[in-house]
């Protein structure tokens, strides 16, 4: 499998692999509760953390064939223009304000590079795809520390088998499901 630095032209398909990816996330489905709603809103949110994150010198990583991304950003540099969010609802904006501040806080710092998104199409999870993806990304940045928010118990048990610890408690929103902060160390 080979992985590679996306490419401009391809920002439809990477947007589609992480909307497809998330759909069911905790977060994703918190943030969007109507599943109708939740397929037009993911592609919008998705498509502006994206360009945000390439503006913030950050990488998207994809595989050859396409069917997984890894979005990550220099930590602390994750600014997202708010205009990127249109089409957005008021209260899902509010809902992603209310998400980005508990992320912000919870943010380490220092030097770190920040795993955003790690997203798999549905055909080809399971098959060990995102930990390369990472792995791939891990490699990259060396002797950079790495940081993530888990948003499932089971993609905390992959963080863990590539080197992540917990990084403080889990934490969440206000009637959200919890993100555990997890850190790796070089």
């Known amino acids: ?17 992480l909307s497809e990816a ?14 109708e709603r939740r397929a037009v ?10 360009l945000g994150m390439l503006a913030a010198g950050g990488h998207v990583d994809v595989t050859d064939d396409l069917s997984a991304v890894a979005v990550w950003a220099p930590g602390g540099d994750e600014d997202i223009d708010d205009e990127a969010f ?15 501040e508990l992320i912000t806080e919870h943010a380490p710092g220092g030097e770190y590079h920040h795993a955003q998104f790690i997203g798999v199409r549905k055909k080809a999870q399971r098959q060990g795809i995102g930990a390369r993806l990472l792995k791939h990304g891990l490699d990259r940045y060396g002797a950079v520390p790495a940081y993530l928010e888990a948003s499932s118990a089971e993609s905390a048990k992959l963080y863990q088998r590539l080197g992540f610890r917990d990084h403080g408690p889990a934490f969440a929103v206000e ?3 919890p993100m555990r902060p997890m850190w790796r160390e070089p």
């Not at 998330?22 to 599943?35: L, Q």
């Not at 249109?86 to 992603?96: D, N, P, S, V």
């Open 175 to 177: 009637g959200g499901p």
């Open 41 to 50: 809103a993911l592609p919008i949110f998705h498509r502006a953390v994206v």
């Open 22 to 35: 998330f759909h069911e996330d905790p977060v994703s489905m918190w943030v969007f509760p109507d599943d």
């Open 86 to 100: 249109a089409g957005l609802t008021g209260e899902e904006i509010g809902r992603l304000a209310a998400l980005f």
């Open 1 to 17: 499998m080979i992985i590679r630095a996306a490419e401009q032209s391809e920002m439809d398909i990477v947007v589609d692999v």
